[in-house]
Every structure is written in C-alpha cells, then in structure tokens.
C-alpha cells in the first residue's frame, strides 16, 4: 500500500528488510486483507480479493491521490518488510496471479510474517536504546529468535503460535520502554482512550503511551520527550508544534496518520509527511475565537 520506489535504502537487521519495497513484492497487503468502507476505505473490499485500484504491475494505480480518493488507510499501512520476504524469500518469486494455486497459503502466511518484522523493527530499536546488561542479552535472543522463525517454510510459519510469541517479546519490550524512561517517567496512560481529548496542557513527557487511542487528540505543543509511543494510535491526532524529538519507539507509519506543521519536531529518523505541507483547517481554541490559518 505504501509505495516506496522513493530514493531511500531500507532498513535492515542481519539482512531482513524492515521497510515495505513494494516493487519486489506483489501486492499482497492489497489483496489479503479485509477492507470496510469507512474514513480509511472507500470501499468493502473481502479478505483474498484484489484491490480495484491494484494494477497488474502489482502498483496502485491511485498511489499519489490515496487520500484524496478516500483510502487514508492506504497511506499509514507499512508492512515492515514482511510483503517483498513472503514473495521472495518465503514462496521464491512465485507471483499468485501466476501460481494461483499459492494465493491462498500466500495471503495467511503474511498475516503471520508481518507481526514478526514489526517485532524485528521494535527489537531493533529496543537495543539502541538499551546499554549492555542482561536486559540487552535477552532483546538480542529475542531478535535472533524472530529472525529464525522469518525464515520459516509456509508450513512451519502457519502453525507458529505467534501471538504468545508476540506476548513474550512484548514484555521485553516494556522492560526496555521502562528502562530507558527511567529518570523522566511520567504519568501511566497504557491503552488510555483518549479519542478527541484536549492534552495541550496534559503532562506527557516521559509518559507511557502503549498502545494508547490518541484519534484525533489535541497535542499541539506537547512535549512528548521519552514518551513511550509504542503501539499508540495517532490517527487524527494534532501534533502541530509537538516535540517528539526524544520519543520512544515512534515508528513513520504513525506520523502518517497524524497531522502536523513545520513546528513539530521529530526524531532525526523520522520524516514530515508530505501531506503535513497541506493547509490545515483551522481549529477553535479555548477563547472561542477562530485560530488564525498557518501557511507554509
């Protein structure tokens, strides 16, 4: 769904690509999945069936007008890497438009292979912030261990139990959030729902956000240093003026489906989405009086 035929090498770990290339992969996260019309889809769309917009180049024909055509959910979609490793490594470039008798086995195998590159990606980023300690030990077996199982046949991937899998690593993963806040925790806001909610003066520096619903939040001006972001749902969310300069496991898919200006600050990883560049409708502050339109 994301196009990245953009000049940018992707993101590897021991020679696994972590970044979508969806010129190697053959469009399988639009054809797996399930879409429901909503404001992420236009359209119903069953699981196992062909996008409409999906080419028979395996590209979106509406990649660049997404939004504007009502797919959204397109944009912030990213697989990790784990489309072009299916397509690839797991089935040897065997396409399913001409090996139909794959599609199937194709299609479940990637709903396995993309929770494990999201795991290799939060993996990779836990030890880079984790000094040498036991805590780090048992991160870079729990990378090595993802890394294996990647490297799975169809058959051995499809009965991996991969969401007690998940389980075990996500608690590694928390360890390593708590550690490296250590010093400048803040409030615990684990899967707070906080759809729509005015945060401008909320304290979240340091603060944990795992897997917190932020949809459509007020953070403008939010200092969100070592905030632990992981999982954190920031559709909609106004970070106009942000800092999450020092944020934890903040991953570009996230600020995608955000908006934002040329004041928010972001790690030095991380890229402003173009569609930030678009004017923003204007919001109402507390005074009751219209904010003034920003230009870029």
Same mark, same amino acid.
């Given at each position: 769904? /994301?196009?990245?035929?953009?000049?940018?090498?992707?993101?590897?770990?021991? $020679?696994?690509?972590?970044?979508?290339?969806?010129?190697?992969?053959? $469009?399988?996260?639009?054809? /797996?999945?399930?879409?429901?019309?909503?404001?992420?889809?236009?359209?119903?769309?069953?699981? &196992?069936?062909?996008?409409?917009? @999906?080419?028979?180049?395996?590209?979106?024909?509406?990649?660049?007008?997404? *939004?504007? *055509?009502?797919?959204?959910?397109?944009? #912030?979609?990213?697989?990790?890497?784990?489309?072009?490793? #299916?397509?690839?490594?797991?089935?040897?470039?065997?396409?399913?438009?001409?090996?139909?008798?794959?599609?199937?086995?194709?299609?479940?195998?990637?709903?396995?292979? +993309?929770?494990?590159?999201?795991?290799?990606?939060?993996?990779?980023?836990?030890?880079?912030?984790?000094?040498?300690?036991?805590?780090?030990?048992?991160?870079?077996?729990?990378?090595?261990?993802?890394?294996?199982?990647?490297?799975?046949?169809?058959? !051995?991937?499809?009965?991996?139990?991969?969401?007690?899998?998940?389980?075990?690593?996500?608690?590694?993963?928390?360890? /390593?959030?708590?550690? /490296? +806040?250590?010093?400048?925790?803040?409030?615990? +806001?684990?899967?707070?729902?906080?759809?729509?909610?005015?945060?401008?003066?909320?304290?979240?520096?340091?603060?944990?956000?795992?897997?917190?619903?932020?949809?459509?939040?007020?953070?403008?001006?939010?200092?969100? &240093?070592?905030?632990?972001?992981?999982?954190?749902? %920031?559709?909609?969310?106004?970070? +106009? &003026?942000?800092?999450?300069?020092?944020?934890?496991?903040?991953? !570009?898919?996230? @600020?995608?489906?955000?908006?934002?200006?040329?004041?928010?600050?972001?790690?030095?990883? %991380?890229?402003?989405?173009?569609?930030?560049?678009?004017?923003?409708?204007?919001?109402?502050? *507390?005074?009751?009086?219209?904010?003034?339109?920003?230009?870029?």
């Amino acid at each position: 769904m /994301a196009d990245t035929t953009e000049q940018q090498s992707a993101a590897t770990v021991d $020679g696994r690509e972590l970044r979508a290339d969806c010129a190697r992969c053959f $469009g399988i996260c639009c054809v /797996a999945p399930a879409f429901a019309a909503s404001a992420d889809f236009a359209l119903d769309k069953p699981a &196992g069936q062909p996008c409409p917009n @999906l080419g028979p180049d395996s590209r979106c024909g509406i990649h660049r007008d997404l *939004r504007q *055509r009502g797919f959204p959910g397109c944009t #912030v979609f990213d697989c990790f890497g784990a489309g072009q490793h #299916v397509a690839q490594v797991t089935f040897g470039g065997r396409d399913w438009r001409t090996d139909p008798a794959t599609a199937r086995r194709m299609f479940d195998t990637f709903a396995v292979m +993309r929770p494990l590159h999201e795991l290799l990606w939060y993996l990779t980023e836990a030890l880079t912030l984790t000094p040498p300690g036991p805590l780090r030990d048992d991160l870079t077996d729990a990378l090595e261990e993802t890394g294996r199982l990647t490297d799975g046949t169809p058959e !051995q991937l499809l009965a991996l139990d991969v969401d007690a899998h998940r389980g075990r690593v996500n608690g590694l993963l928390s360890r /390593a959030g708590e550690q /490296a +806040r250590a010093g400048r925790a803040g409030a615990d +806001r684990r899967g707070a729902v906080l759809i729509g909610v005015d945060l401008r003066r909320a304290a979240l520096a340091g603060a944990n956000l795992r897997g917190a619903c932020l949809i459509g939040a007020d953070l403008r001006g939010v200092d969100l &240093g070592a905030a632990d972001l992981t999982g954190a749902d %920031l559709r909609g969310a106004d970070l +106009r &003026g942000a800092d999450l300069s020092h944020c934890l496991f903040l991953h !570009q898919s996230q @600020l995608d489906a955000a908006r934002g200006d040329h004041r928010t600050v972001l790690p030095a990883a %991380l890229r402003p989405p173009a569609h930030w560049s678009l004017t923003l409708t204007p919001t109402r502050p *507390r005074s009751g009086r219209p904010e003034a339109r920003r230009r870029r």
